[in-house]
């Protein structure tokens, strides 16, 4: 017996009133509040309705369609979370008034003459999502992730809420994506999805348009800053979700998925279901679940503020220093000043270690003639600086960096150039002070004078920091600590970014997560490009990305 007959034999049991579906029969537990206390599972249910295409369901209303949908979505599981694709209004609102306790987003203004026919407030056709829970504790949200497409019979839409899903404030989502977009349109849904969840748990279901093994769901997998890679709730499975029986197509496939935020889930398990809905066969029902997970305690190089974003620091010509918080995939949000005054005029500054131990990383700053350390406040505010060394011979003519474990010892140092070479300023983690408590060594040569220090973090793997360094050819070279007495190892050539087009530079680690580091140089245009981490950088690497337009001309440090 196949799924279609065995629907059809168990329509019986499914035929209820619809009152009885108002109150009870989305099943599972009651919506959650805001003050529940035990995160509970998560499950969601993703669906490509066919609202007005070929396999249109032509023999039930719109009621009809809404209480056969909740019926034999329920037989396969309740649901914290529903997204339907090609949907018609109709539908949409049918379906509304049965989901009671649940809050919902609908998108797409594409009109087409199939929708007519299930009525509603109009003939709209597009995606929505549900979520158990009330409107009042949710936001939610919708964005093109083909931005400027004015036709609307080519745009694709992710739609979102946030609120308390599962007892605590989650990002649920649903999208249905595009094989003509670049990616599918995952980065920019992603850069959405960034923003919406502000480092809360996050998932997302729908219809990707793309099987387990297209190169679009690897950002997908990747993930958000916050929620760490996204993990899929089926993926040991890989169970065809969509089909298309006549000749000559003839493919199962899989194009339905739910991803999880790993820092946030665990225990996922899935299931499909053909629930019968069209004449012809089309999109499987995806049902899945996640168990709650306590997110450990993570640190990411580079992030200040919590989000577990690596952040950039930038000296403004102003005398303002301005912190832009990592929004992944290279990009940066708007910023935010964290220090002004003559103080940080022609400051150097950077931040790699947490230097006081207190969990965060700190702001090392080369201000006039001294070091001076600022404490992470917890959410990339400053503390009041305290100076961090005094030099004999002055800071002013140094340009110091925070590198972080550069010799291995699990504490954060400082490297510092200048025209009698480069030197290591070994530290140590203080709450009171002495961080650079050991004697100044000389790792390189009066050539580094003239040297562009950058500190990528421990790129190897090797519990030691390596430095980065570009000369006046625009050649970049790796270099690593040997040891104390021998100084720095053979150098080897990681790129070349020439001077004249790309001007100011610094890395603050990884900041599309792929585990490498990355490089974000300025232009003569006064642009912002991100150079990821992979292969060596150039630029015509054709990997490169602009992901600041303007304005970046009036910084005189980056860090």
Same mark, same amino acid.
């Given at each position: 017996?196949?799924?279609?007959?065995?629907?059809?034999?168990?329509?019986?049991?499914?035929?209820?009133?619809?009152?009885?579906?108002?109150?009870?029969?989305?099943?599972?537990?009651?919506?959650?509040?805001?003050?529940?206390?035990?995160?509970?599972?998560?499950?969601?249910?993703?669906?490509?309705?066919?609202?007005?295409?070929?396999?249109?369901?032509?023999?039930?209303?719109?009621?009809?369609?809404?209480?056969?949908?909740?019926?034999?979505?329920?037989?396969?599981?309740?649901?914290?979370?529903?997204?339907?694709?090609?949907?018609?209004?109709?539908?949409?609102?049918?379906?509304?008034?049965?989901?009671?306790?649940?809050?919902?987003?609908?998108?797409?203004?594409?009109?087409?003459?199939?929708?007519?026919?299930?009525?509603?407030?109009?003939?709209?056709?597009?995606?929505?999502?549900?979520?158990?829970?009330?409107?009042?504790?949710?936001?939610?949200?919708?964005?093109?992730?083909?931005?400027?497409?004015?036709?609307?019979?080519?745009?694709?839409?992710?739609?979102?809420?946030?609120?308390?899903?599962?007892?605590?404030?989650?990002?649920?989502?649903?999208?249905?994506?595009?094989?003509?977009?670049?990616?599918?349109?995952?980065?920019?849904?992603?850069?959405?999805?960034?923003?919406?969840?502000?480092?809360?748990?996050?998932?997302?279901?729908?219809?990707?348009?793309?099987?387990?093994?297209?190169?679009?769901?690897?950002?997908?997998?990747?993930?958000?800053?916050?929620?760490?890679?996204?993990?899929?709730?089926?993926?040991?499975?890989?169970?065809?979700?969509?089909?298309?029986?006549?000749?000559?197509?003839?493919?199962?496939?899989?194009?339905?998925?739910?991803?999880?935020?790993?820092?946030?889930?665990?225990?996922?398990?899935?299931?499909?279901?053909?629930?019968?809905?069209?004449?012809?066969?089309?999109?499987?029902?995806?049902?899945?679940?996640?168990?709650?997970?306590?997110?450990?305690?993570?640190?990411?190089?580079?992030?200040?503020?919590?989000?577990?974003?690596?952040?950039?620091?930038?000296?403004?010509?102003?005398?303002?220093?301005?912190?832009?918080?990592?929004?992944?995939?290279?990009?940066?949000?708007?910023?935010?000043?964290?220090?002004?005054?003559?103080?940080?005029?022609?400051?150097?500054?950077?931040?790699?270690?947490?230097?006081?131990?207190?969990?965060?990383?700190?702001?090392?700053?080369?201000?006039?003639?001294?070091?001076?350390?600022?404490?992470?406040?917890?959410?990339?505010?400053?503390?009041?600086?305290?100076?961090?060394?005094?030099?004999?011979?002055?800071?002013?003519?140094?340009?110091?960096?925070?590198?972080?474990?550069?010799?291995?010892?699990?504490?954060?140092?400082?490297?510092?150039?200048?025209?009698?070479?480069?030197?290591? =300023?070994?530290?140590?983690?203080?709450?009171?002070?002495?961080?650079?408590? =050991?004697?100044?060594?000389?790792?390189?040569?009066?050539?580094?004078?003239?040297?562009?220090?950058?500190?990528?973090?421990?790129?190897?793997?090797?519990?030691?920091?390596?430095?980065?360094?570009?000369?006046?050819?625009?050649?970049?070279?790796?270099?690593?600590?040997?040891?104390?007495?021998?100084?720095?190892?053979?150098?080897?050539?990681?790129?070349?970014?020439?001077?004249?087009?790309?001007?100011?530079?610094?890395?603050?680690?990884?900041?599309?997560?792929?585990?490498?580091?990355?490089?974000?140089?300025?232009?003569?245009?006064?642009?912002?490009?991100? =150079?990821?981490?992979?292969?060596?950088?150039?630029?015509?690497?054709?990997?490169?990305?602009?992901?600041?337009?303007?304005?970046?001309?009036?910084?005189?440090?980056?860090?």
């Amino acid at each position: 017996m196949n799924n279609r007959t065995r629907f059809r034999a168990a329509a019986g049991r499914w035929i209820v009133g619809l009152a009885v579906l108002a109150g009870s029969l989305v099943g599972g537990s009651p919506p959650v509040s805001a003050a529940a206390a035990a995160p509970q599972a998560v499950r969601t249910v993703s669906y490509n309705a066919c609202g007005a295409s070929t396999c249109q369901n032509t023999t039930a209303t719109a009621d009809e369609w809404a209480a056969q949908f909740l019926e034999r979505m329920n037989a396969v599981g309740a649901a914290d979370v529903i997204a339907l694709q090609e949907v018609c209004m109709g539908q949409y609102e049918a379906l509304k008034k049965l989901l009671v306790g649940y809050t919902s987003v609908r998108e797409g203004q594409q009109v087409p003459t199939g929708c007519a026919r299930w009525g509603g407030s109009s003939a709209k056709f597009g995606q929505a999502l549900f979520v158990k829970g009330a409107a009042a504790d949710f936001t939610t949200y919708q964005a093109l992730v083909n931005p400027g497409e004015s036709d609307v019979r080519r745009q694709r839409w992710v739609v979102c809420a946030r609120g308390p899903l599962g007892g605590r404030t989650t990002l649920a989502c649903g999208t249905h994506l595009d094989t003509a977009l670049p990616d599918n349109g995952t980065p920019v849904m992603l850069d959405s999805m960034e923003r919406w969840a502000a480092g809360a748990p996050a998932l997302i279901t729908g219809d990707f348009n793309a099987i387990p093994a297209h190169s679009a769901l690897k950002p997908v997998r990747t993930g958000l800053c916050a929620t760490g890679p996204f993990t899929e709730a089926d993926a040991a499975r890989n169970t065809p979700t969509a089909w298309a029986d006549a000749a000559p197509v003839g493919y199962r496939l899989k194009y339905d998925h739910a991803f999880f935020g790993s820092r946030d889930f665990t225990g996922l398990r899935a299931t499909t279901a053909d629930i019968d809905l069209t004449p012809v066969e089309d999109h499987k029902l995806l049902w899945a679940e996640a168990q709650p997970l306590e997110r450990t305690a993570v640190h990411v190089p580079g992030d200040l503020t919590g989000d577990l974003c690596p952040d950039l620091l930038a000296v403004r010509k102003d005398d303002t220093l301005r912190l832009y918080p990592g929004a992944g995939r290279g990009r940066f949000g708007s910023p935010r000043v964290i220090g002004s005054g003559p103080e940080w005029n022609g400051a150097v500054v950077s931040h790699r270690g947490d230097w006081d131990g207190d969990g965060d990383e700190d702001v090392v700053a080369r201000k006039g003639d001294q070091l001076v350390l600022h404490r992470n406040t917890g959410d990339g505010g400053l503390g009041d600086g305290v100076v961090m060394k005094v030099s004999e011979t002055g800071w002013a003519h140094a340009t110091p960096v925070a590198a972080g474990d550069v010799d291995g010892d699990g504490a954060p140092d400082v490297v510092a150039r200048s025209s009698t070479g480069l030197w290591l =300023h070994r530290g140590r983690v203080a709450a009171d002070g002495g961080w650079l408590s =050991h004697g100044a060594v000389r790792i390189g040569t009066d050539e580094w004078k003239d040297q562009e220090l950058l500190v990528p973090g421990d790129v190897t793997g090797d519990g030691k920091a390596e430095i980065w360094a570009r000369d006046a050819a625009g050649d970049i070279r790796q270099y690593a600590l040997a040891d104390i007495t021998t100084g720095l190892g053979a150098p080897t050539v990681v790129g070349n970014l020439p001077v004249a087009s790309r001007v100011l530079g610094a890395s603050v680690g990884d900041g599309n997560r792929d585990g490498l580091a990355d490089l974000w140089y300025t232009t003569p245009a006064a642009d912002l490009v991100f =150079h990821p981490g992979g292969s060596a950088f150039t630029e015509a690497d054709g990997r490169s990305v602009t992901v600041g337009s303007g304005g970046w001309g009036y910084f005189s440090h980056l860090g």
